[in-house]
């Protein structure tokens, strides 16, 4: 693959590896500390891509919070906030949801034929940059590729597990950062970072721990390469 930007996967976990509690209603999981890192990280990036499930349940608005971040994007000649990117079968996106009225921000969707003609008009209609994949589920491979084309160099990925899990099968995720917070969820439904239909053990994925950074707050955060 050419044209394929640096991926990083970043996740909000529990002290017991689960990213939301069994309700899936997207939990606060980050601390104000670890929100202050994950903004930094978002104005760094080109992109930011999630799945769906977090799409449509949890309507991230995917946007930079802290102005003075904002602005020095503004000052190096880049859009106030990255692009949004979703990757959902079927993109029957509400069009009051935060995802498509927070910003200002270009938004890209990649979506299959389950998505109905006139919801594809509607989102062109809105301003967005949708493209349609045949099969199940959207290309990634295809995505990836074309977020690139677009002039897309720093990816990061905001989850879900199934979303996080399909890029680490394709070998698409150059950096994961996992940040740990103090707290338990339980619940052997609730999800995990990478919950799609797993790894053999001989294909788990292997780590190179890069960093640890531990936060007053009791939250850890490890970077990894891989
Ligand atoms: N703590 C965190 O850092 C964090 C971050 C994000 C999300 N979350 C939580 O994670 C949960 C949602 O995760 P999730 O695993 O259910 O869903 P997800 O990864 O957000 O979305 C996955 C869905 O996207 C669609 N999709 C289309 N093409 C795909 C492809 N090639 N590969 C993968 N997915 C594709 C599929 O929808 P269909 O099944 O409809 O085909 C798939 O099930 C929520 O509870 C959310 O709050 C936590």
Known sequence: MTNVPYITLNVAMTADGKTDTIARRGALISSPLDMMRVDQLRAASDAIMVGGHTLLGDDPRLTVKTESLRKARLAAGKGENPI?????????????????????????????????PEKIRELRDLGVNVFVTEGLRVDLKKAITQLGNLGVKELLVEGGGTLNEELLKLNLINEINIYIAPLIFGGSSAPTFASSDGFEREYAKQLKLDSIQQYDDDGLVLRYII
């Open 84 to 116: 949004k990117v979703g990757i959902i079968t079927n993109a029957d996106l509400n069009r009051n949801c935060r995802f498509l009225n927070n910003g200002p921000a270009k938004i890209v969707i990649f979506t299959t034929t389950k998505t109905a």
